[in-house]
């Protein structure tokens, strides 16, 4: 089913839906709670880290979540701007992301992707990538720094 298969109504619901899971995450990040992180994810869930690191299912996920959250965020702060939704089906999207984290030293840019499902009413992060933003795309007042480049 396309996006063009989905009413307005149902659209904007689904989309807001979408919008307070990518709320929790930035929250979770800025106060450090991996607990409200890894609840959002389905158990056979994919992410790959900024930093390349691929991570299979719930339990990995959760290991290096616990490794690096507590403390990863200090003097740091995160947020997550939500750029494009499409919608596979009216189950499954692709949710495109444009990630802000303030550091002592400026800025650093990310560009996630997440591919969500939506199970039992809830949207679910499934496969979900990092990366960072190449230098000509933050333009000249942003300078970038290392955040997504550090191997996690």
């Not at 290096?64 to 947020?79: A, D, E, H, K």
């Not at 997440?114 to 942003?142: F, H, Y």
Request: hydrophobic share 40%.
């Amino acid at each position: 089913m396309s996006t063009a298969n989905i009413d307005a109504r149902t659209r904007d619901a689904e989309i807001e839906a979408i919008r307070r899971v990518v709320a929790t995450v930035e929250n979770a990040q800025n106060n450090e709670r991996p607990e409200d992180f890894l609840r959002l994810f389905r158990a056979d869930a994919i992410w790959t880290t900024g930093g390349g690191k691929r991570l299979f299912g719930l339990d990995e996920i959760s290991t290096f979540t616990y490794q690096v959250l507590p403390g990863g965020m200090q003097g740091m702060t995160v947020t997550f701007e939500l750029e494009h939704v499409l919608f596979i089906r009216p189950d499954v999207a692709a949710v495109k992301l444009r990630q802000i984290y303030q550091t002592p030293d400026g800025l650093d840019v990310g560009s996630p992707l997440w591919v969500m499902a939506k199970e039992d009413g809830q949207w679910r992060l499934t496969a979900c990538q990092n990366i960072g933003v190449p230098d000509d795309e933050l333009g000249d007042s942003v300078e970038s720094k290392p955040v997504l480049a550090d191997g996690n």
